[in-house]
Each structure stands twice: as C-alpha cells, then as structure tokens.
C-alpha cells in the first residue's frame, strides 16, 4: 500500500509539474511581463540545481569528488548535453509568446515519437511496425496542432503563431536529442549527479544571455517568484528525479502513457488560468499524437523492455 501510495505521489508530481511549465511560462513572460523566457530558463534551472545539489549532499558519500570525477572523465558530452538541455526551456518559453500553452504543451511531449528517429540514427536502434505507424500517426497531428485554426485559412496563416509552434516543436526536439545523449553516454551514471551537472552548467550558459540582454524587464513581484520557485522546484528537481526513479521501476509503455497525460493536464490547466479555447482541430490533432504515441511506446510492450 504505502509503494502504491509513493508511486501514486511520483507520478502526479511528474504530469502535474510538467503541465504546469507552459501555463507559468505563459503567465510569466506573455501576459505579466515579469521575465525574458531566458531569464525564466535561468532561474528555473539555478534554482533547481541548487535543491539537486542538496539532495546529493544528503544522498551521496564523497559528492565533491564523484562530481568531479564525473565531469573530467566526460567534459565533452557535458557541456554538449547541458547546451541542449538549456536550449528546451528557452524555445518553449520563447513558444509562449506566440502561441497558446495548451499547444506548446502538445508539441513539446510529442518528442517520445522523435526518440525512435534520433535512436536509429545514432545509436543503430531499429525502428518497429508499430514504431512507424505511431510516427506517421503522430506526424498527421503534429500538422494539424501546428496550424490548428490556421489550416482554414492558409492563404492567411499567422507567422507568429506558426513561429510559436514551430519553436515548440523545437524544444521537443532538444528533449529528444538529450535523451538520446542520456542514454547513449550516461547509463552508467548516477541520474540525480548527471542531472545536477547538466542543470547547473546550462544555468551557466543561460546567465550570461539572461542578464546581458534587456535588464529593465525583470521586474518580479512576489507572487512571480513563488511561481518560479514551483517550477524549479516541482517541475524540475523534483519531477525530474521522480521520472528517473520512474524510468528504473516502470514499462516503457507505462511511462509513455504517464508523459501523453502532461499536454491533457497543461489544455485543463490553460483554460481554468488561462481562459484559453481550444478548436476542433487542435482537438484532433491532440487525439492523434495521443494515439500515435501509444503505438510508439507499444514496441517496448513487444520486446519486454521494463
């Protein structure tokens, strides 16, 4: 019972901290002003870190040095890794700007479809029956949550909506390729020293972008810093090291599905603080990458990956 309660805990914090991320990037930098998204990234990163680092502290014997070691023995893909992952959060906030958080939500979680493609690339993995169809599936709602409202009237499409979307996407992308550079070169490591090294060195290339830019629009009251604080905190130190603990005890499959509920909880979350709609269209195309998603995640329900 108290497993299934502590499973039940790691997986609302992982969709609910995650749902969130759009929705306070929105509020945050589109419609108070507060925050650059580059300032937003940096923060959210630094302060993550820093909770990382004290869940090390209490966690692992001699931290210093097996951070250390850690680092030198693979500085190359680390500051690569870090590159990319601080690259996911400023194209999603960035994405706010333009579009609704509902899409940048669907867009972004549509990486688990481009994994496969990264994977066959670069670490040789075959691509499955069901693998293809989920992709294509995918694919045909990515279209339609890309264009949404604009499909009607593409002779009068949006460019900043259509930017907006595409940056989305983007983000999903880098989500994709730091998995894959994850898996590739850090599946011997510790997920919560790796995951600290790459927060902390990104929040560092962030700083130097985030405060050298635009100082006068940092302009945060208190309740902007309880918000940035929740996402650091429960949308990034501590959803991320859920999802790891997750990734260990779960299915594939299982945790595919968890990562399909995070758009759906960002859609109800826009439109209850948001007052965001969502259209007939965006409504479709969600259902397809849902679905397409599945039949991705299916192959690893094929081959007994656990």
């Known amino acids: 019972m108290q497993k299934i309660i502590s499973r039940s805990i790691q997986v609302g914090t992982v ?3 995650w749902a969130l991320t759009p929705v306070i990037g929105e509020y945050l930098i589109d419609r108070t002003g507060q925050l650059t998204p580059l300032q937003l990234s940096f923060f959210r990163y630094f302060f993550a870190s820093l909770v990382l680092f004290i869940l090390l502290l209490f966690n692992t014997k001699n931290v210093f040095k097996k951070i250390f070691d850690s680092f030198i023995n693979k500085w190359k893909i680390y500051l690569l890794a870090s590159a990319i992952c601080a690259g996911m ?14 899409s940048a939500s669907f867009l972004l979680n549509s990486n688990i479809i481009l994994i496969p493609i990264f994977a066959f690339f670069f670490i ?6 069901w693998q293809t169809i989920g ?13 949404d409202k604009d499909l009607l009237t ?15 996407f983007s983000s999903g992308i880098f989500w994709a390729l730091y998995t894959i550079i994850l898996k590739k070169y850090f599946s011997d490591e510790d997920p919560l020293l790796v995951t600290f090294l790459n927060l902390f060195i990104g929040s560092i290339f962030l700083a130097g972008f985030a405060f050298s830019i635009d100082l006068d629009y940092l302009q945060v009251n208190l309740s902007g810093w309880f918000l940035i604080l929740l996402i650091a ?26 990562q399909a509920f995070v758009p759906i909880v960002s859609v109800i979350l826009a439109i209850i603080f948001l007052d965001e709609s969502i259209s007939y269209i965006f409504g479709i195309g969600a259902v397809l990458i849902a679905g397409g998603i599945f039949f991705v995640e299916r192959n690893f329900k094929e081959k007994g990956v656990s």
Do not use: C, D
């Open 233 to 258: 905190i429960v949308s990034t130190s501590l959803a991320y090291t859920f999802w790891l603990t997750l990734l260990k005890g779960l299915s594939s499959t299982k945790t595919g599905i968890i």
């Open 135 to 147: 992709i294509m599936i995918s694919f045909l709602g990515l279209f339609l949550v890309i264009f």
């Open 154 to 168: 593409l002779f009068q499409l949006s460019k900043l909506n259509m930017l907006g979307n595409l940056l989305a």
């Open 89 to 102: 959060p400023v194209l999603l906030f960035f994405s706010v700007k333009w579009t609704s958080a509902s």
């Open 15 to 17: 969709i609910l901290g």
């Open 124 to 129: 040789r993995e075959k691509i499955s029956r």
